[in-house]
């Protein structure tokens, strides 16, 4: 009885001297053996009070992180450096590396081996080298795609680079997407019916275009004007599309009874279609076309527009670090799933900040050498680097740019599985928000502001 008397005199003790004590502060009532996630909690939670209200000035409203770093972030190396220049170090980070190494595609991908300090988490592999791809060689050309299968990320186009000799004939056929080319060099001449018999054709040479849409079936054959003959880009607006999955005329033809095929065209010889390949034909070698092929006359006349487009003789428009030329549906009507822009960026410029608000971007690299960052949100972002030849592929509405990191110009491709090109310039929209929102956001001074473009830069120099 007397212990238990005693203890609770004692306990009573205790809590006096705690309630009389001074009041810790917040930084003393964190244990020193606290994590930095849990301080770092503790002092977030005890700051609160501190932020500031709507009448502080606006430079106190980023205080409660960090700055940005303002480090360059350039790429360490490029293609003509030393085999020994690559390494996965930038600064103090990384280390030597130690295994076996393929150097040749170290040199070519600075920014993947040694990336930028602001690169972070994930956004997808945003590269694919035609050169990777699998060639279907064919008697009289060959053809290799980019799809799904190589660039998982690329889900709204695929693409097939293709290239014929003097005379060869991609034969007649169709698919359930619809068809975008770009003529790489010499001249294509090209056929098609639409669902009213109404017929087309045109020859289309090095920098101009063509577009058939889902379900018209056409062929394309290389004519005599360059010796060599014709290398084309086609684009598909379906990233799942494969180009040997397409309808052939001789491969349908090949799985019809002969009697079904004899009564389909009301032809009583049985020897007449004896002749009939058995098996596809895909590219096959054939004579040279005249120039001045004209297609049959049908009674439904000629397709209501066109579908070829000069985009080599349309005006380009003059940038300070480049130019830029656009078609869309705007300008080449019946092109109604894909628009595009030819852009090119003089050594040491840059396609400027931006984004496509609802459309991917399928990006292919005519000449020169660049690099491009892709932010995913969340702080995801990662860097690749391009030369001719190359793809690259951006989503929806993530934010990128596009910088010539060599000493000649660079000439690209933007494509998009939309109707009309459009894009969000970052310089553009900062300039027409009200400049106390912009500097409550990034700390700009006036003078920094009153830089900001309310025109688009599109290309800087």
């Not at 009674?299 to 579908?307: F, H, L």
Request: charged content about 15%.
């Amino acid at each position: 009885m007397f212990y238990c008397k005693s203890s609770l005199f004692l306990l009573a003790a205790l809590c006096r001297v705690a309630i009389s004590a001074p009041a810790a502060s917040s930084s003393a009532s964190i244990p020193e053996s606290a994590s930095i996630t849990e301080s770092a909690s503790i002092t977030e939670s005890a700051s609160a009070s501190t932020v500031p209200s709507a009448t502080d000035s606006a430079s106190l409203a980023v205080t409660t992180v960090p700055f940005a770093s303002t480090d360059p972030n350039e790429p360490l190396w490029n293609n003509s450096s030393p085999d020994s220049a690559p390494s996965p170090q930038r600064g103090t980070l990384g280390a030597p590396l130690l295994g076996p190494d393929n150097i040749p595609v170290d040199l070519q991908n600075p920014d993947l081996f040694a990336p930028p300090t602001t690169d972070n988490g994930d956004t997808g592999n945003a590269k694919w080298p035609f050169a990777m791809s699998h060639n279907r060689l064919q008697t009289g050309g060959w053809a290799r795609q980019e799809n799904v299968e190589v660039m998982p990320i690329a889900t709204g186009m695929a693409s097939v680079d293709m290239r014929l000799e003097a005379g060869a004939i991609r034969e007649l056929h169709w698919h359930k997407t619809s068809e975008w080319a770009y003529v790489l060099k010499g001249t294509s001449q090209v056929t098609a019916v639409n669902a009213d018999g109404q017929n087309f054709i045109a020859n289309v040479g090095p920098g101009d275009l063509w577009f058939f849409p889902p379900g018209i079936p056409h062929s394309i054959q290389a004519t005599g004007d360059d010796p060599e003959g014709s290398e084309f880009l086609l684009i598909f607006d379906d990233g799942a599309f494969s180009e040997d999955s397409t309808f052939l005329l001789t491969d349908w033809l090949s799985h019809v009874p002969a009697e079904v095929i004899s009564k389909n065209f009301q032809v009583d010889n049985s020897e007449a279609f004896a002749h009939i390949p058995a098996k596809e034909l895909y590219i096959f070698p054939s004579t040279v076309p005249p120039d001045n092929q004209q297609a049959p006359t049908s009674p439904q006349g000629t397709v209501p527009q066109s579908y070829a487009f000069s985009f080599s003789t349309l005006n380009t428009t003059q940038l300070s670090g480049g130019s830029v030329k656009i078609v869309d549906s705007t300008n080449f009507p019946i092109s109604t799933t894909i628009s595009a822009a030819e852009v090119t960026v003089e050594p040491g410029a840059m396609r400027e900040l931006h984004w496509h608000p609802t459309m991917d971007e399928w990006s292919f690299f005519l000449e020169g050498t660049g690099r491009m960052t892709v932010f995913a949100s969340q702080s995801n972002a990662r860097t690749f680097n391009y030369q001719a030849g190359d793809i690259g592929y951006v989503p929806a509405s993530m934010g990128h740019y596009v910088e010539n990191t060599g000493n000649t110009t660079m000439k690209y491709l933007e494509i998009f599985n939309a109707d009309r090109f459009e894009d969000i310039s970052l310089n553009q929209w900062l300039a027409l928000t009200p400049p106390s929102l912009v500097k409550a956001h990034l700390n700009l001074d006036d003078e920094t502001i009153a830089k900001l473009s309310k025109t688009k830069p599109v290309v800087i120099g």
